[in-house]
């Protein structure tokens, strides 16, 4: 794929006197965990081989492939997507450094709780399970666009690499979203193929982002004290999240049956998984998943648990109501989620907020006593057993 550089990266990008710095033959590489031996109860997921979109009758095909996953799971596979196995171990491989940076160093990229801006650093142990405080460390590179230029600082690691950042993020935003949105409106039986397409332009104000994220490791200990992190579960909160290999078991998806079964690493594949906006504009119809992350096999109790991710949302003006031209939705009768008009950006800054500040949430979850939680517009979110 092709895609040009933004003139706003060029210029964040570090000196040449001080790139070699960063070169990648300078860091240390990003190595994969062995996979786990334990038997597990696998989900039996679809994958769909991006490689026949563009083929004749090749986009109806995986349109009728996707049919039960975005309706009944909310999960499958996409595999063929346009990045080489190199780009994909390099962004690993930066995940890795910027996690091995000084906490006094990531913290002059911390996040702005308060005001649910998840752009920058998450530190670790703002959240708990049982008695023991969260494992979980982010960070959040927002989208190439002029919304957000000169926003954010950047760690020199992270200005050294941002036109590689930038063609990684923008491909899959192109190679990826854009397809599936595609494939969700053939699904839908909406007029314009286009429909969601135009609700996802990337240089449009959204808040897409790229992520890398790391559980740390913990001992068995602390696996026993946070019940082996088998938390309540969630849904993302945008359109699709994409989620690249890595071998750590530990995602478990909640079925229709009500048991949680395990997302395994497929080689040479993203998993997806639908969110709640794209649940939003279709009343429900498209699933937004249920999953959680739990702690892994013994076997792999020693490895950290590192990951790349891509959150799609559409444009922050995008009203979430349900779609009036698919005839699918109209024959189902679907309703809107929400009691008035809530924009995407009303929802993004209701729902982070509860997600960045787990105090604010305990205590109206607590409040409400019934395992809800009104987000905005009398939608009520709730935790999954």
Not at 42 to 63: F, H, I, M, Q, S
Not at 240 to 259: C, E, K, M, S, Y
Not at 335 to 347: D, N
Not at 372 to 381: A, H, S
């Amino acid at each position: 794929m092709s895609v040009t550089v933004t003139e706003s990266v060029r210029s964040e990008v570090l000196p040449a006197k001080d790139q070699h710095k960063y070169d990648f033959n300078q860091l240390t590489p990003y190595t994969h965990p062995p996979e786990t031996q334990e038997s597990l109860p696998w989900a039996e997921l679809v994958t769909l081989d991006l490689e026949d979109y563009n083929r004749p009758g090749g986009k109806e095909r995986l349109a009728k492939q996707l049919e039960h996953a975005v309706h009944h799971v909310g999960f499958f596979y996409v595999k063929n997507f346009g990045l080489s196995q190199e780009q994909i171990d390099q962004q690993f491989t930066l995940a890795k450094n910027f996690f091995d940076l000084d906490t006094e160093e990531k913290a002059k990229y911390e996040i702005d709780y308060a005001n649910a801006d998840y752009n920058g650093w998450r530190r670790p142990g703002r959240g708990k399970i049982g008695p023991v405080k969260d494992n979980v460390e982010i960070f959040n590179i927002p989208k190439f666009t002029k919304d957000f230029e000169g926003k954010y600082r950047q760690p020199d690691l992270i200005k050294a690499h941002l036109p590689e950042i930038e063609v990684f993020s923008r491909a899959l935003h192109n190679n990826v979203v854009l397809p599936l949105l595609r494939l969700f409106a053939i699904v839908l039986q909406l007029p314009d193929e286009e429909y969601l397409v135009k609700q996802h332009s990337y240089e449009q104000k959204s808040e897409d982002h790229f992520r890398y994220m790391i559980y740390h490791k913990r001992t068995a200990e602390e696996h026993a004290a946070s019940g082996y992190g088998q938390s309540t579960g969630h849904t993302d909160l945008g359109t699709v999240t994409l989620l690249f290999r890595q071998p750590v078991a530990g995602l478990q998806i909640l079925g229709d049956d009500g048991n949680w079964t395990y997302v395994s690493a497929q080689p040479g594949t993203i998993t997806v998984n639908l969110a709640d906006t794209i649940s939003h504009l279709t009343g429900g119809w498209l699933k937004s998943s249920v999953h959680r992350v739990v702690a892994p096999p013994k076997d792999q109790w020693q490895y950290d648990r590192t990951g790349l991710l891509y959150f799609a949302r559409p444009h922050n003006a995008t009203i979430l109501n349900p779609i009036l031209d698919s005839p699918l939705l109209k024959e189902a009768g679907v309703k809107p989620r929400f009691e008035k008009p809530v924009s995407m950006e009303e929802w993004v800054k209701a729902k982070q907020t509860l997600q960045l500040n787990p105090e604010i949430s305990a205590k109206r979850f607590a409040e409400s006593a019934d395992g809800t939680v009104d987000v905005i517009g009398g939608f009520r979110d709730r935790k999954y057993k």
